[in-house]
């Protein structure tokens, strides 16, 4: 059950793009559709973003995006804005039926 | 409004115990799996455990196996998480959240100390 690999840091200029990356294994992220993002400010709750690696729930930015290629899930956000700055967790199922994070990337938009 | 509300957190010495309860509304809670998730102090998120709608199925993350239980009461709308052994590392910030591997809702976080 180990966390899923995630960059600590990612950082992008307002209006720009950036791609933050989860990868696990064939265990999890590359077995299965069960691929989630989540958002997190300081002392807040996490807020799902994406679900079964692309899906975005209603009220949801269509400016965050998701996709998976093999073992490795991904969370584009095109056109940064400065509330985009926080924290983003992926999660994934596992053939063990656990669940798994990654580590976390924080978002820094300079 | 979905709405998930914990409580039973505190300070508690290592080798105790705690309950955790999470009281949930503004859904047909029955119909849901539910799921702890915990965040020590300044670190990311850890999934610890979930439950089937009926209760017929319980999975752990491996650190809290044969110490923690996860349980509900679909009477009460309550989803329960007892604690025992408990370990400093055992300290961190738990949510309830709705789901089983996708969690659109989260309560607000119950603090849980671990400490001498």
Redesign the interface.
């Known amino acids: 059950?180990s966390?899923l690999a995630q960059p600590a840091s990612v950082s992008g200029s307002p209006g720009q793009s950036i791609t933050i990356s989860c990868t696990g294994t064939s265990s999890d992220v590359g077995g299965y559709k069960?691929v989630?993002w989540?958002q997190?400010h300081p002392g807040k709750?996490?807020?799902?973003m994406i679900?079964?690696v692309s899906n975005r729930?209603s009220g949801v930015s269509n400016r965050f995006s998701g996709s998976k290629s093999g073992n490795t899930a991904s969370l584009t956000i095109s056109g940064l804005q400065a509330e985009d700055e926080a924290?983003y967790?992926c999660?994934?199922?596992t053939s063990?039926?656990?669940?798994?994070?990654?580590?976390?990337t924080k978002l820094t938009v300079l | 409004e979905v709405q998930l509300v914990e409580s039973g957190g505190g300070l508690v010495q290592p080798g105790g115990s705690l309950r955790l309860s999470c009281a949930a509304s503004g859904f047909t809670f029955s119909s849901y799996w539910m799921t702890w998730v915990r965040q020590a102090p300044g670190k990311g998120l850890e999934w610890v455990a979930n439950i089937k709608e009926d209760g017929s199925e319980k999975y752990y993350v491996d650190s809290v196996k044969g110490r923690f239980t996860i349980s509900r009461d679909n009477a009460k709308n309550s989803l329960y998480l007892q604690m025992n052994s408990l370990r400093a590392e055992d300290t961190a910030v738990y949510y309830c959240a709705r789901g089983s591997s996708t969690w659109y809702a989260w309560g607000q976080g119950s603090l849980v100390t671990v400490s001498s």
């Open positions: 059950q966390a069960y989630s989540y997190q709750a996490p807020k799902l679900y079964e729930p924290d967790y999660s994934s199922y063990s039926s656990t669940r798994v994070f990654g580590g976390g």
